[in-house]
């Protein structure tokens, strides 16, 4: 990553760029060589103030902070980049795995699709369970026996479904869609 430093009313020692340095290459790991990132340092009304922007694919990262101590606002910028950072990390790999889902749903899948990123899915625990058929008022006293938030079962008709706690106390069933 390209940091780009500059100052308004603000003495760039090499104590503060150095600090600039060190909290930004921290989250080099998140972009390409390429990123240039814009730190601009300013003072105002007796305040330093302390802006990050960084481009990405068409968005725009961008924090400011402003305190009474030019390193407590560089720190304090670069968390709250770092925060920002992981929210848009999050909102993409969301927005990606949707899509994909939405593809497969579609019969529009292709190898393509998964190719460009690995996403990392953790799975660790597998349990196999025996269905048994009940009514859903029964699957739902079940529910609550074990003390989960779902319960899978078969019901009368021999589909598997499940019943679930609903934030408001009330339960809900998932069936599937047979046409």
Request: include cysteine; proline fraction near 2%.
């Amino acid at each position: 990553m390209n940091i780009i430093i500059t100052g308004k009313n603000v003495d760039l020692t090499d104590a503060i760029k150095a600090r600039i340095n060190e909290k930004i290459t921290k989250l080099d790991k998140m972009f390409t060589k390429e990123t240039n990132a814009t730190v601009t340092l300013k003072k105002e009304n007796g305040k330093d103030i302390c802006e990050i922007n960084i481009p990405v694919k068409g968005n725009l990262l961008r924090v400011s902070e402003r305190q009474d101590n030019l390193f407590a606002a560089i720190d304090t910028a670069t968390d709250k980049l770092e925060r920002q950072i992981r929210k848009y990390k999050t909102k993409i790999r969301d927005n990606r795995i949707h899509t994909i889902m939405k593809n497969i749903a579609e019969g529009n899948f292709s190898n393509e699709d998964i190719a460009e990123e690995p996403i990392e899915i953790n799975i660790v625990k597998k349990k196999q369970i025996l269905l048994k058929p009940m009514d859903d008022e029964e699957a739902c006293m079940q529910l609550d026996m074990i003390g989960h938030n779902f319960f899978i079962y078969e019901n009368t008709n021999g589909q598997i479904c499940v019943a679930y706690k609903r934030g408001d106390g009330n339960y809900g069933i998932i069936e599937p869609n047979v046409e």
